[in-house]
């Protein structure tokens, strides 16, 4: 019998697995945009999308805001490993080359800081394996109602 490999808080890989695709069946601002999910470990997850027709601007490039939208989203779903449930409080992203109709975008994210219940996400997304995008995030994980 092989053993699950565990992550520092005790959850298996097919426990942070299941917690993203239950996410990803209720997160239609990721699903219906043709984002899909792919490797997943605590702290790191990578995310998939082509670049379409309706994702090229006038300078017949990806605009940036489907870049911006992958790596928030790769934010998002990195958080959610730890099984928080987080919002981004501050992003910033840098535009490092062109993303062009076709390209298949990887967004990379990992976690690079935490404190309290803030986070800090490091997100690189590559085209056909060219960075075109760095993007930090700062995220928290809200109080629980009372």
Sequence with gaps: M?????????????EILARLE?????????????????????????????VTADMVN???????????????SALAYCVATFGAAPVTRRAEITYVAPARLGAHLVATARQSVEFGRDRMIEVGIEADGQLVAWFTGHSTSPRPRA
């Design 2 to 14: 092989t053993e699950t490999p565990q992550s520092s808080s005790g959850q298996s890989r097919d």
């Design 22 to 50: 239950e996410i990803y069946a209720n997160d239609p601002a990721v699903r219906e945009h043709g984002v899909t999910l792919g490797e997943v470990a605590e702290g790191r997850v990578v995310l998939h999308r082509d």
């Design 58 to 72: 006038s300078h017949e490039i990806c605009h940036g805001g489907f870049l911006f939208h992958l790596a928030d």
